[in-house]
């Protein structure tokens, strides 16, 4: 099946400083990409909606300058966790939609995550 | 918005037996029921998924059900392996435009099969 990985799988960060995951997919384009967060023990909160070419759509709650999304092509979107507190501790996942599976529905592909931890 | 209810929390069984993980959802609107299960560490997976144009779908010991009027959908695992041990997640999300793929989580059921 088609594969959406994710980079840096773990990373550790000083408060302050800012850190960006990237979500590609490796096999296939993808126009529209999802950003969610996980906190430990907890179900996956979708934080976004990253489209290529245009802006990201944030869920109620999100702050849109904090959490910087960018989908400058078709198979990769960035976050970029600006300022990073210990709060912002989590686990970022990503997840593409292959629109030539899943029957022409598009099937979800989901990153192996990316573990935050912030000093 | 949508809203995914999630039982039980926690579900342990012996080898060999079933499980069964139940969902309820709240948006009528809904019509697409993926199953994931996320080992620790790592990304979900989809293991079955279901639209709302059937009422149930199977995958060799994996098995979905689908009631639109009650609004709710389950989970059915037959002869359970260790391996089998993991979290599983439904999910609910409507098709359409870039809506699809916007999932909506329940949360979560942490399943241990003994050995």
């Known amino acids: 099946g088609a594969v959406v990985s994710q980079h840096p799988s773990w990373v550790i960060c000083k408060s302050g400083t800012s850190v960006k995951i990237e979500c590609r997919s490796l096999d296939f384009q993808a126009t529209t990409m999802f950003w969610y967060r996980q906190f430990p023990k907890q179900s996956l909160m979708l934080m976004a909606t990253?489209?290529?070419?245009?802006?990201?759509?944030?869920e109620q709650g999100v702050e849109k300058d904090k959490f910087l999304i960018n989908h400058a092509s078709l198979t990769l979107s960035t976050l970029t966790v600006t300022s990073a507190h210990p709060e912002d501790s989590s686990f970022y996942i990503c997840s593409a939609r292959d629109l030539d599976s899943g029957g022409g529905l598009g099937e979800l592909f989901f990153g192996e995550g990316s573990r935050l931890t912030v000093l | 918005g949508e809203n995914v209810e999630q039982h039980p929390s926690t579900l342990s069984v012996q080898e060999g037996d079933s499980a069964v993980i139940k969902c309820t959802y709240s948006d009528s609107a809904s019509n697409y029921f993926p199953w994931y299960k996320q080992e620790l560490g790592k990304g979900p997976q989809l293991i079955i998924d279901i639209r709302s144009n059937v009422g149930e779908k199977k995958d060799q010991r994996i098995a979905v059900t689908l009631n639109k009027t009650a609004k709710h959908f389950s989970l059915h695992i037959t002869e359970t392996q260790p391996e089998d041990s993991a979290v599983y997640f439904c999910?609910?999300?409507?098709?359409?435009?870039?809506?699809?793929?916007?999932?909506?989580f329940g949360q979560g059921t942490i399943l241990t099969v003994h050995p």
């Open positions: 999910a609910a999300s409507k098709s359409g435009g870039t809506s699809y793929g916007k999932l909506t």
């Open positions: 990253s489209n290529e070419g245009s802006k990201a759509t944030y």
